[in-house]
């Protein structure tokens, strides 16, 4: 199977009668992971779902682990790649384990129900989220942050190859956000996982991503290694207000100027 976890050539995002993206071009392998950052409304949100395939491209291909995506079943899409959403709908009552299983349904058949093993993977995904103790509580009762770290841990137990995650810090605290970056990290670097991200903190994509994706909302974008993109006077450009960068022995920072 193909190295690379995600190809893309010649995209073009649309929406509207606007065009958010015009011929991206990039490949993201195993064990990388890229930051998608720019203003309110650039498309991020929309390009990361036309990569998870739930919204056709106006141009262009797209391919998951050597495949073309609209070649691929949405059984096969979901057992490779998985996809964060920046808010979840809970219509019904659940527990906490019930909703971290659901991340096993793109591997079970029609008539078939989670095995010991599906169970034990999703009560390992709710241990490394900080959530074990909650297997049993409603999904009701949950805070926001909570609510978020169990998304995170149904993403994980669908053991996808590719993880799309469209704002993964939204309700978390400082601890907890720097706890996922550093779980996704992990996980990329042991497990071979690939992962876009789409982040609003400067900072933390420069510590966590490797390469980074800069979305103008006009077609425009620049994307390469986070050490030659993320420079302030690009930044500048982005977010239209002024950065600075400052550094403490081999670490920069970027901030608002």
Request: with cysteine; hydrophobic share 45%; charged share 20%.
């Amino acid at each position: 199977m193909n190295a690379n976890r995600l190809d893309v050539e010649g995209l073009a995002v649309e929406i509207g009668g606007l065009t958010l993206v015009r011929d991206l071009r990039f490949h993201l392998a195993a064990g990388e992971r890229l930051a998608i950052l720019g203003r309110n409304g650039a498309g991020k949100t929309t390009l990361l779902h036309t990569l998870a395939g739930l919204r056709a491209p106006g141009a262009g291909r797209i391919a998951l682990c050597g495949e073309d995506l609209p070649q691929l079943t949405p059984t096969q899409i979901a057992q490779r790649r998985g996809l964060l959403l920046q808010h979840q709908l809970d219509a019904f009552p659940a527990s906490v384990l019930e909703t971290a299983l659901i991340g096993r349904h793109p591997w079970l058949g029609r008539w078939t129900w989670e095995s010991r093993a599906d169970e034990a993977l999703a009560r390992d995904s709710l241990r490394v989220v900080g959530l074990e103790a909650f297997a049993l509580r409603d999904v009701h009762t949950l805070s926001g942050g909570e609510r978020q770290r169990l998304a995170i841990a149904t993403l994980l137990t669908q053991a996808p190859q590719l993880a799309l995650l469209d704002e993964p810090l939204s309700h978390l605290d400082l601890n907890h956000q720097v706890a996922v970056l550093d779980l996704f990290s992990r996980r990329v670097s042991d497990a071979g996982l690939a992962v876009v991200m789409v982040l609003h903190d400067i900072n933390l994509a420069l510590r966590h991503a490797d390469r980074a994706l800069l979305l103008f909302g006009d077609g425009r974008h620049v994307i390469g290694p986070v050490a030659e993109v993320m420079q302030a006077e690009l930044l500048t450009q982005l977010y239209g207000h002024p950065l600075r960068e400052l550094a403490d022995g081999e670490r920069r920072y970027l901030v608002p100027g």
